[in-house]
């Protein structure tokens, strides 16, 4: 028996597919033929629709994919071979994007195009430049608009992470942000219990105040608790202590600094360019967590979004080589409280999978290897021939596009419409704008933290102890004289190699001294420690001068 469709069936069917009875006309014929009635004029018809589509197809790249229905919408994504606009709504980048496209590719000219159009439909835009000076040529464009965007230099930003966020919990803030924080410090799992545990100490400290803890509080309250996990208290430490060098007091010590919720009423260029990776995160995702979980604790819930983060050269962030980054956690919670967070790399290559199934709309342009075309390709739904098509065709300000909400979901072609930017001369000075009358209480006991002795302490070299594993080593033994030398590592909290290396080195300060107890067996000696009496004297002083 044959199965096969008759011809007119056939054209029908094709032209359903592709879309080629979307007019007025179509819809009539097809309406005629649907009641049962078509003659040689309707049936030519049909056909002459599937003729012309497939000439063009043929005589045409952009043929390869699905003509686009877009037509209805706020947001201009960018023109068709013909120069037509296609068009969506501003809404949908609320379910987050992500560009994926090399160095020259025209990416920074589709951030303009996106940013002087989102600008004046959101209450507020965070742009993010974390490798150049991008968006802070834009300050003139938007002022046009009406619009004041504030250029930020990151060290000139006055915020505490550690400050509670606005109808928030301490209880609820402490396990979020010693999470941040370990993942932003890259700090292993088990120094999780420690921060939660002094961070509740300190928020006690300023109960019943407008005033918090800053991160300098907790490095001196962890440093000076010599009985927690060494492992854990050194690793917080080591970690904690260059970001709080690197981005100073003038940055970070505030009882009382910039509310995300005051941020986020304003459209702000922050500059970061010139932080380390750890500094970068630090920032965003504090700013980020610090937003979200207030939007929780108010009960704001898919509302209409109101704030939009664009983050330029995100590759870093976004790569699973970074164990300092916090995004792949942040970007799958913001959607449902009304922000959204637009990203742009350079490749796919050990990028997140969290950025990859949390970023709906997704766009490829000029990549430098085939495999960023199939990787970036098969997340948006190309098939080998686009794929192929892509590595063939795709030039500067041409782009690839599947939209992550509306009606039309299949991948289309599209450019980016010339945009007459001048790139004129960037002032070196900060323009924060009206972020000066934002009210903060800095934490003047740190206004010089890193330039004199810390807080609080005692410089380590007042003190006959090199390091804190000597002092550790030496009270073992004091507080527990004659016991065999291998039970002494455990005592200390380090581990046998060091223990091995510190014992030496009290000895030959004279601090503790070695006895050889023979057993009498076939094994080796036994070594027995004793503390002398400088060694006793050592650990009252240096435990007075930490009191």
Not at 293 to 307: E, F, G, Q, V, Y
Not at 396 to 425: D, H, S
Request: proline share 4%; with cysteine.
């Amino acid at each position: 028996m044959n199965n096969d469709f008759s011809r007119l069936t056939e054209n029908i069917i094709y032209c359903n597919k592709n879309g080629l009875l979307k007019d007025e006309v179509g819809q009539a014929i097809l309406q005629i033929w649907t009641n049962g009635i078509c003659d040689d004029d309707i049936a030519s018809m049909f056909e002459k629709r599937v003729s012309k589509h497939k000439f063009q197809k043929a005589f045409s790249d952009f043929m390869r994919f699905k003509t686009p229905q877009l037509t209805m919408g706020n947001y201009v994504i960018g023109v068709d071979e013909k120069g037509k606009e296609l068009l969506s709504y501003i809404q949908y980048l609320n379910a987050n994007s992500l560009t994926v496209a090399s160095a020259g590719a025209g990416k920074t000219t589709f951030s303009y195009f996106k940013i002087l159009q989102v600008a004046n439909q959101v209450l507020s835009a965070w742009l993010f430049d974390m490798r150049k000076r991008e968006f802070a040529i834009l300050k003139p464009y938007l002022a046009r608009l009406g619009i004041e965007l504030i250029v930020l230099p990151g060290r000139y930003l006055k915020i505490n992470p550690l400050q509670l966020p606005i109808g928030v919990e301490v209880s609820d803030w402490v396990p979020r942000i010693a999470d941040m924080l370990i993942e932003v410090l890259g700090l292993a799992s088990r120094a999780s219990k420690l921060l939660q545990a002094k961070l509740l100490l300190l928020y006690r400290k300023f109960e019943g105040t407008n005033l918090f803890p800053t991160l300098y509080d907790l490095f001196e309250e962890i440093k000076k608790d010599k009985k927690s996990n060494y492992q854990a208290r050194t690793a917080i430490l080591d970690s904690l202590e260059p970001v709080l060098l690197s981005l100073g007091p003038q940055v970070l010590a505030y009882r009382h600094g910039w509310t995300t919720e005051e941020l986020a009423k304003k459209h702000i260029c922050f500059e970061l360019a010139g932080l380390s990776e750890t500094d970068k995160n630090l920032i965003l995702n504090s700013l980020i967590l610090s937003e979200f979980t207030s939007r929780i604790a108010r009960n704001i819930s898919n509302p209409k979004m109101n704030l939009w983060i664009c983050i330029d050269e995100a590759q870093k962030i976004c790569s699973s080589s970074n164990n300092t980054s916090a995004t792949s956690s942040q970007i799958g919670l913001v959607r449902g409280t009304g922000i959204g967070s637009d990203y742009s790399l350079q490749s796919m290559d050990k990028v997140m999978s969290q950025i990859i199934s949390n970023t709906a709309t997704k766009v490829l342009g000029r990549c430098g290897s085939m495999t960023d075309y199939a990787a970036a390709g098969h997340s948006m739904g190309l098939n080998a021939e686009q794929i192929q098509w892509a590595q063939m065709n795709l030039e500067p300000g041409l782009f690839i596009c599947q939209l992550g909400e509306g009606q039309w979901r299949y991948p289309f072609v599209f450019r980016v419409p010339p945009m007459n930017i001048k790139k004129t001369a960037i002032s070196q000075e900060p323009n924060i704008g009206t972020l000066s009358n934002i009210p903060t209480v800095p934490a003047t006991e740190f206004a010089t933290w890193g330039f004199v002795p810390e807080v609080s302490t005692v410089a380590m070299k007042s003190s006959i102890f090199d390091s804190d594993q000597e002092f550790s080593f030496c009270k073992a033994v004091t507080d527990n004289p004659m016991q065999p030398s291998s039970t002494y590592p455990k005592l200390a909290g380090i581990s046998s190699k060091t223990a091995k290396k510190v014992r030496q080195q009290l000895i030959s300060k004279g601090l503790i001294k070695e006895h050889t107890l023979d057993t009498g067996g076939r094994g080796r000696s036994s070594i027995l420690l004793e503390a002398l009496p400088a060694g006793i004297e050592a650990i009252k002083e240096y435990q007075g001068g930490q009191a």
